[in-house]
């Protein structure tokens, strides 16, 4: 821009860079009164910027993780809620084999054999219905369900299914009641078998419940990392509200004085020519 070929005395032209210069702060003042930030882009302050940006990346980065976390928690306890379940019916059938060694009459017995098998179809059903997400906890195929813990996958968790199933080969080896119960060895057959699947059960719940510890831990420690991001970001851009209020009152008050003392300048010259 061409310099003015207008002639200002020094007293007007440093009044004028001093209200540019107000002028300025005033317009600064009021973006991060607007915006609420003293750090809206690199030209505010490069290293403050781009630390910030870095902070909100990894903290966007864990909330993915954080999302894992908590659909593997869910696949955990849909697993669990199961077994509890498989429990009790195991346990029902439990009642069913008592009740057929204290009888000798061959029909209660039967009818308690058909009950007892009617319970091992309900075991399977719950097996089967026991999968979250397209993963199934304890079922019959081989999985692997894998919890990442961190941004670069470096931390995991490796939780293998365990089958509970009513299979004799890889399952709960709970075979149907034999001869309808008729004799007391089949009985006794079945009460082993209830026996070694509550075991399983219960080793599989422990299992699990460990696992749900260890997932909500560390969904806890994230979301806590999370938050702390953000704050160290917020910390390098936010403006100080309270300040930048105060700062905008004095600007205000200094733009004032700084017109008056344009115009006492411009007051000075006027008076010059009155002699004329």
């Not at 089967?128 to 369900?145: E, P, R, V």
């Not at 344009?262 to 008076?271: D, E, F, T, V």
Request: proline share 0%.
């Amino acid at each position: 821009m061409a310099i003015s070929n207008i002639s200002l005395t020094a007293g007007a032209r440093a009044n004028l860079l001093s209200l540019q210069q107000t002028a300025g702060l005033l317009n600064q003042t009021q973006a991060r009164l607007a915006t609420g930030k003293k750090i809206s882009s690199a030209l505010d302050g490069a290293t403050a910027y781009f630390a910030s940006i870095g902070f909100i990346n990894r903290a966007n980065d864990l909330s993915n993780v954080k999302d894992g976390l908590s659909n593997a928690l869910q696949t955990v306890k849909a697993a669990n809620g199961a077994i509890d379940s498989i429990t009790k019916i195991v346990q029902q059938a439990q009642g069913l084999t008592t009740a057929a060694l204290q009888t000798t009459d061959a029909t209660t017995r039967s009818v308690l054999a058909v009950q007892f098998n009617d319970l091992l179809v309900q075991v399977n059903a719950l097996v089967n219905d026991a999968s979250f997400n397209g993963t199934n906890l304890i079922g019959q195929t081989s999985i692997s369900l894998v919890v990442y813990f961190n941004e670069d996958n470096t931390s995991k968790l490796t939780i293998t299914n365990t089958n509970l199933s009513i299979d004799t080969t890889n399952g709960m080896s709970i075979a149907i009641a034999a001869a309808g119960f008729v004799s007391d060895s089949n009985i006794l057959t079945a009460v082993s078998q209830l026996g070694t699947a509550l075991t399983k059960l219960r080793t599989t719940a422990s299992s699990f419940g460990n696992n749900t510890t260890v997932i909500t831990t560390r969904q806890d420690f994230t979301a806590n990392l999370i938050s702390t991001l953000q704050t160290a970001s917020d910390n390098l851009i936010l403006a100080d509200t309270n300040e930048e209020g105060a700062n905008l009152q004095a600007l205000q008050a200094r733009n004032s004085l700084g017109i008056t003392s344009l115009g006492i300048s411009g007051q000075l010259q006027q008076a010059i020519l009155k002699l004329f």
